[in-house]
């Protein structure tokens, strides 16, 4: 069994200055500072506490990364000019690479069709023997390596379009 004491807290009392505002004399105890040393509002409570964490940077590099990659760059393929941002020109020298045999753009490309989900066409497009593979050899111009590489994908393309599974 719990003793009570015989001692009321202080914000329970009936006029007590913590449930009484209108009180104009302030009485100074336990948890009731003298005013002069009471926080001035606003004022922090540890003022001199830890200091603010620097502001990252990474939303300012991910904004000039993005900027830098939709820059407009001019593609020259035999006579023919293409005005594209500089991200589609990066995709298509990948592809370029990937297709004349480089092992480390054959890497990255297999790794970033499989993240976009682009493997999955080409195994079906593979099941239904749809896809023809034509093989890009270093002797090879780059309108000869890009027609080559246009032939192979462009059933994969048309599957695509067809397919009702996806």
Do not use: C
Not at 79 to 99: R, S, Y
């Amino acid at each position: 069994m719990k003793r009570s004491s015989g001692r009321q807290r202080l914000s329970d009392r009936k006029g007590s200055p913590l449930t009484d505002p209108s009180d104009q004399e302030y009485r100074v105890g336990p948890g009731r500072p003298p005013k002069e040393y009471q926080w001035k509002p606003g004022q922090s409570g540890n003022p001199k506490g830890a200091p603010r964490k620097p502001k990252s940077i990474v939303p300012d590099l991910m904004a000039s990364f993005e900027h830098a990659l939709n820059a407009k760059v001019t593609l020259r393929q035999g006579e023919k000019e293409t005005i594209v941002t500089k991200f589609e020109a990066g995709f298509e020298q990948l592809v370029t690479q990937f297709a004349k045999g480089d092992r480390h753009a054959r890497r990255d490309f297999l790794l970033l069709a499989d993240r976009l989900g682009i493997l999955e066409s080409l195994r079906k497009a593979m099941k239904k023997k749809a896809l023809q593979v034509t093989l890009i050899t270093p002797e090879m111009s780059d309108d000869e390596a890009a027609a080559a590489y246009e032939e192979t994908i462009r059933p994969i393309v048309h599957l695509e379009d067809d397919d009702p599974e996806t």
